[in-house]
């Protein structure tokens, strides 16, 4: 069984930083591409951010220069840093990672967490 679980989220004033954290456990082999999302009431889940196992990263326009993706393969974790934020950057904040379990009998699987909420005040 794999899980990932977020936490750093909370209260925030318009311009302050938050830093968002994301641990992986279970039987786990391999984690390829791990990410953040986001989702606001009514709308699909975004992209917000992407790491691939070796460190290159992806940013969708709206958090290029003020947020920042980064990942510690030793503690299977994946973090976002996210500083000058916004009004519109409210929404549940969710971790996903492609993941190959140990036994590989599903090959890799894309899990997500349960979400962590972000509200920023104006």
């Known amino acids: 069984q794999v899980q990932l679980v977020e936490s750093g989220g909370g209260l925030v004033q318009a311009g302050g930083s938050l830093r968002l954290s994301c641990v992986a456990s279970?039987?786990?082999?391999?984690?390829?591409?791990m990410g953040w999302y986001r989702q606001t009431p009514g709308n699909q889940r975004e992209l917000v951010a992407t790491?691939?196992?070796?460190?290159?990263?992806n940013y969708v326009d709206f958090a290029k220069g003020r947020f920042s993706i980064s990942r510690d393969n030793g503690k299977k974790a994946v973090y976002l840093q996210m500083n000058t934020l916004k009004p519109e950057d409210t929404a549940v904040y969710y971790c996903?990672?492609?993941?190959?379990?140990?036994?590989?009998?599903?090959?890799?699987?894309?899990?997500w967490g349960q979400g962590t909420q972000v509200v920023v005040s104006s």
């Open positions: 996903n990672a492609r993941i190959l379990g140990r036994d590989m009998t599903f090959g890799v699987v894309n899990y």
């Open positions: 279970g039987s786990i082999f391999r984690i390829d591409d």
């Open positions: 790491i691939t196992s070796t460190g290159s990263t």
